[in-house]
């Protein structure tokens, strides 16, 4: 009889991240160790420590999870609209909607496990770049001259996030928040239409 088919690295490591994702979304990011996804996932602590350097490693990676749905959430959603020829502001629309929406949902994943990789003696300072996929959208949606969208995406971000917390406190309907960021950002969209070219896929590295 053969034996059991051999899982790869990779796939066990992202078996494992997801396992982490799901104990943090349950408990909180704190209750996310190795010996926990190890165990949820049915492989020895050995493996898992083996896969990642160390607690911080693991978490670190879980964000960087995360992070990849959401993008590829919202760059899917764009693709569609842009195929479907939408004009900037309708553009705009589609990305205020699915950040709101996707942030709702797996905001307060991120933020716990983000805290949990905070609260590790091994913290490193770390960010995510921009996909240039976003960059290539962004300069098309706001007319942007290259280098500038980086601004005007962390201007974006800053008040969807501002809206996302508005809406988790109950203080505002996400319709309404969704409304109030394409109002706000409006008037420095493009008057001038979005090719229909698709949206690049690769999202380039992050550190």
Sequence with gaps: MAGAMRVPA???REMLM???VEIAR???GRAVTLARVAEAC???KPIAYRLFDSLADLLT???RQIVSGYE???LDALEAARRNGASPV???SVLARTYVDH???AGAVYDTVSAARAATEEVEDHFFEVPEAFSSVCREMFGAPAGEEIALLAMFQGAADSLVTAIQAGAIEQAAAVDHLVTLFSPLVSTESVPTESVPTELGARS
């Design 10 to 12: 990779q796939q066990r």
């Design 18 to 20: 997801a396992a982490g």
């Design 26 to 28: 349950v408990e909180g």
């Design 42 to 44: 049915g492989v020895s």
């Design 61 to 63: 990676q879980m964000e």
């Design 72 to 74: 590829k959430v919202v």
């Design 90 to 92: 309708e553009l705009l």
């Design 103 to 105: 942030s709702v949902g």
